[in-house]
């Protein structure tokens, strides 16, 4: 009798040892109290560099108790002619998983194990698999052909501006009042400020504060004003510096410019405010331009520049903050108005022919939206087949991911 | 509803400073029935009075947890025990009165529900209120909780939204060891997390560049993890466009931080005791909106009052 | 040549980056070169305070008007560029870490960074109260309903907001003051930042095309 108690709890033991181990071959000892997932299939993941492998399953039956019996899974992997091990643990209920893990140059094997707290379950393992690599992501035609599409039109409105047809393009209050903003400094001799965002040359919207710097510094450089740059970051330093003297070169004025038109301050963004107000404050500029990214310092600005009877013309794609600068200053370029002024105020053809272009893009963006509309809400209210598709396509067309 | 307006703490400062606004307000209303603009000093005089009033004498208002913050306190509440989980200090000392009270929450949360949480920061200026964080609440409020068995902080790393390209796909190719310089290899709660998409949910806290926006551009997109964000207040409209589908939920501002905070206590009482800043500075924002608001007011009958004697002129 | 050679530069890592985005393989360049960003910007500090060093130099050793704040301004730079290079006051010495909370690095960000910094911010408050005053009036109708929305989201931010519609019958709960506003940031706030999106994106297509064409090139300072 003592000694089959004994062996009962020897036999526990080993199995409590067992069970409690990371699961794996090892598993496949225990009794089976849980079902395997079934029909897990490795596949090769789609359109990348050749490191990944997607994986799909059925879940264990005993997953889809209430409770379910399965805690969670587990998915292996061994290198063929190598050693195994696990990759991922998974929530109950998951039936994929993509390794993005892999190398070209193995094949794979995976099994997935179903966890529970009475024992572990291992699938049967997929066959060999070795990812491939695809040298074009099919996934991204669409951004592809939308891309081409805005582009083509923006470079057909630019050869048939370069050609000599007449283009219309809007008046920008904001951007007429810097001939008149700049004569102002001059009348006053006071200074011209010019703040272009608190973010590096990889933001766009510092190149686009730049390329308008370039058009104002000519201005500022013709009228022999004087202007003033503090910046935050030394890129942006270095390129404003450039452009200055460029224009006072083109100008005729080269002895007229000097380095210390732009200054760093500091990256801090707050301290850079605080440098910046001291300026405004001491100095009392005639005329404040703000046109690159910004953040919350938007409105301190604004608001002092405001304060010391400023000329205010500001710009940003921020859209957080243009309700801001449309408080605070005398005239605020929205958005794509930004982008559009060094065009503007360049007044060339083939510059502004590149604004035309992008008209069309909002004008497929337009009926896009008003028909996706239509056809989701019609596809929705009535069960109508054509408006549910039509509604799936442009779903299809215009999903980047 | 009413439940709303229960109002604690000591409320004689507040009287008095409601007075004081009360009888400015109405001797510039009588002014501006003259037609005479308000001067910026005196609207700065009131805010002083609006704002530093409630910090002297303090006053704390019962929020109502808005659909907007529901979510993400739903989905941390949702995920099970053990999940892994990432808090992304993306702000500055600026920012941090208003946002910190946010990152302080979601990493009680995330505790309380027993999840593991990854701190780490892609702010230069957020390595610092990280550590204060780790120091304040984790290591005060919960010393069980062992350093990268429960928690491990990575650190700041440059980059900005470079960073966030390649940890989506691969955490160790830009952090091969957190902030202490111990491998990652080693650190056992991340034994599974080999890129931030085998992530169950990334809180990106912060307001500007890169903050919530880029996470989800960079890493919530293409890696299909869950993203919720903590935003400034002047920043949180900006998210809305990803809300609900790419963002599952916005803390915007204090309104919201508060908020948390009240859901919070509900619903884990024990955190009654611990300082709750967003609730704590609900008091200076609710007063300073209602003088903004009366400042509107004056505003607009000082422009009609000019525009009438204009044309009697 | 001083200006074509950039131009190609442009052109050709222009037309690369956006190749990539297409190509499996190439998809890395993408981060690569916002690495490689990253390194010039960090070398690009030693102009940025040198200028800094150089400018206040000047201003002190010039006597300008001002020059009090220079010497601020270049003793703040020194202590703290010293106190973050040699790691002083860091227990675990120089390979130790730099936010440890002795280090004076962190005693000087957490006590004097952080408290200017938030002062900064916190001017918004008085900021954002004087632009309301003089922004929000209803000159005409746009600026009526710009005022209506204002005023519908302050009082929503509020407990005071809930209080004085919390009658309104649950039926009808969109009328409810906080409600109204977060419909109006989840609805026309919503619309409106898309179509400011759209069009920043569209704005931006057509501005890269013009430097990758090299029409646009007053960056470069040539405003031909």
Redesign the interface.
């Known amino acids: 009798m003592l000694f089959r108690v004994a062996i009962a709890f020897a036999c526990l033991f080993i199995i409590a040892g067992v069970a409690g181990q990371p699961a794996g071959d090892t598993a496949l000892a225990v009794q089976q109290t849980i079902a395997p997932v079934t029909s897990l299939i490795a596949t090769n993941h789609e359109?990348?560099?050749g490191t990944g492998i997607d994986l799909i399953w059925v879940p264990s039956i005993d997953d889809r108790l209430a409770p379910s019996r399965v805690t969670g899974y587990e998915v292996w992997r061994s290198v063929v002619g190598g050693s195994g091990s696990r990759?991922?643990?998974l929530?109950a209920g998951a039936n994929k998983f993509t390794d993005?893990?892999c190398s070209r140059e193995s094949t794979y094997v995976y099994s997935v194990v179903a966890i529970s707290v009475a024992g572990n379950a291992v699938s049967i393992s997929t066959a060999p698999i070795q990812p491939a690599?695809?040298?074009?992501?099919l996934h991204?035609l669409n951004?592809?052909a939308i891309?081409f599409l805005?582009?083509a039109a923006?470079?057909y409105f630019?050869q048939s501006a370069r050609s000599g047809k007449k283009l219309f393009v809007r008046k920008i209050a904001g951007l007429d009042a810097v001939d008149d903003a700049i004569g102002r400094a001059t009348e006053m001799g006071r200074p011209i400020l010019f703040i272009p965002g608190i973010?590096?040359m990889?933001?766009?919207q510092t190149?686009?504060a730049?390329?308008?710097?370039?058009?104002v510094s000519?201005v500022v450089a013709d009228y022999d004003t004087k202007i003033k740059m503090p910046v935050s970051?030394?890129?942006v330093?270095?390129?404003a510096r450039?452009?200055?003297?460029?224009?006072y070169m083109?100008a005729g004025r080269p002895d007229a410019y000097n380095d210390?038109m732009v200054?760093?301050?500091?990256?801090?963004?707050?301290?850079y405010?605080?440098a910046v107000d001291?300026i405004m404050v001491?100095e009392k500029p005639a005329t404040c331009f703000y046109l690159g990214?910004f953040?919350?310092e938007s409105?301190?600005l604004?608001?002092t520049g405001n304060?010391v009877g400023a000329i205010q013309i500001a710009g940003t794609?921020?859209?957080?903050?243009?309700p801001?600068f449309?408080?605070?200053c005398d005239f605020a370029l929205?958005?794509?108005?930004?982008?559009?002024a060094?065009?503007y105020l360049?007044n060339e053809p083939?510059?502004l022919g590149?604004?035309k272009?992008?008209d069309v893009?909002?004008a497929v963006?337009l009926v896009v939206i008003v028909v996706g509309t239509m056809a989701a809400t019609i596809g929705s209210a009535w069960d109508v087949t054509f408006m549910n598709q039509l509604w799936s396509a442009l779903k299809v067309v215009f999903q980047t991911? | 509803m009413t439940e709303a307006l229960v109002v604690t703490g000591t409320n004689l400062g507040v009287v008095i400073s409601l007075a004081l606004i009360a009888g400015g307000v109405i001797w510039l209303l009588v002014r501006s029935l003259k037609g005479k603009e308000v001067e910026r000093r005196v609207i700065f005089g009131f805010v002083l009075i609006a704002v530093s009033a409630p910090i002297l004498f303090p006053i704390t208002f019962h929020e109502q947890i808005s659909p907007v913050v529901k979510a993400v306190f739903d989905k941390i509440e949702s995920l099970p025990a053990g999940s892994t989980v990432a808090i992304s200090f993306d702000f500055d000392p600026a920012m941090a009165p208003e946002v910190q009270p946010m990152a302080n929450a979601f990493t009680r949360h995330c505790f309380a529900k027993g999840h593991k949480v990854v701190f780490l920061s892609i702010w230069a200026t957020g390595q610092s209120l990280l550590t204060s964080t780790l120091d304040t609440v984790v290591r005060r409020e919960f010393p069980e909780k062992r350093e990268r068995i429960d928690w491990v902080n990575l650190g700041y790393k440059a980059g900005n939204q470079g960073v966030l390209n390649v940890i989506v796909s691969d955490l160790r190719k830009m952090y091969p060891t957190d902030v202490n310089a111990v491998p990652l290899d080693s650190i056992p709660m991340l034994a599974e997390v080999k890129a931030f998409r085998d992530l169950s949910l990334i809180l990106a806290v912060g307001g500007g560049f890169p903050g919530p926006k880029e996470w989800v551009l960079y890493v919530g997109d293409p890696g299909n993890v869950p993203i919720a964000a903590g935003a400034a207040a002047v920043t949180a409209p900006q998210l809305y466009p990803y809300y609900p589908r790419q963002l599952i939920g916005i803390l915007g501002g204090i309104k919201s931080a508060a908020e948390y905070e009240s859901a919070m206590v509900d619903k884990y009482p024990q955190f009654d005791s611990v300082d709750k800043p967003g609730l704590r500075m609900m008091g200076p924002q609710t007063l300073a909106h209602m003088v903004i608001m009366m400042f509107i007011i004056i505003g607009n009958i000082v422009f009609f009052r000019s525009k009438r004697m204009r044309s009697q002129l | 040549m001083k200006r074509e050679v950039p131009l190609f530069i442009t052109f050709f890592v222009g037309t690369l980056l956006i190749a990539s985005v297409f190509i499996p393989p190439a998809e890395s360049w993408g981060e690569n070169f916002s690495v490689y960003f990253d390194i010039i910007a960090v070398f690009a500090f030693f102009l940025g305070g040198g200028n800094l060093l150089r400018i206040h130099l000047q201003k002190v050793a010039s006597k300008r008007p001002d020059w009090g704040y220079s010497i601020v301004t270049l003793v703040a730079f020194l202590v703290m560029l010293a106190a973050g290079l040699f790691k002083l006051g860091n227990p675990g010495g120089i390979s130790g870490n730099l936010t440890t909370a002795q280090s004076w690095f962190q005693i000087l960000f957490q006590n004097i960074m952080s408290p200017l910094g938030s002062t900064m911010y916190a001017l918004l408050a008085f900021f954002v109260a004087s632009a309301s005053y003089r922004a929000f009036r209803a000159k005409n109708r746009d600026a009526t309903i710009l005022l209506v929305a204002a005023f519908i989201i302050l009082l929503g931010r509020t407990p005071f907001g809930t209080m004085l519609t919390s009658w309104i019958p649950p039926q009808y709960d969109l009328l409810q003051v906080p409600n109204l506003a977060i419909w109006i940031m989840s609805g026309p706030n919503l619309a409106g930042q898309r179509a400011i999106m759209i069009g920043i994106g569209l704005g931006i297509v057509s501005m890269s095309l013009r430097i990758l064409l090299g029409i646009e090139r007053t960056y470069l300072g040539d405003d031909r």
């Open positions: 359109y990348d560099n990759i991922a643990e929530p993005e893990q690599r695809e040298w074009i992501n991204r951004l592809l891309a805005v582009s923006v470079i630019i973010q590096d990889d933001d766009v190149i686009a730049i390329t308008i710097l370039g058009r000519r970051r030394s890129l330093m270095t390129a450039e452009t200055i003297k460029a224009s083109a210390d200054s760093y301050v500091t990256d801090e963004q707050f301290g405010v605080a001291g001491r990214a953040f919350a409105l301190i604004a608001e304060s794609a921020m859209p957080a903050q243009i801001f449309v408080a605070a929205i958005g794509e108005e930004l982008f559009a060094s065009a360049s083939k510059q590149s604004l272009g992008q893009g909002k963006a991911n």
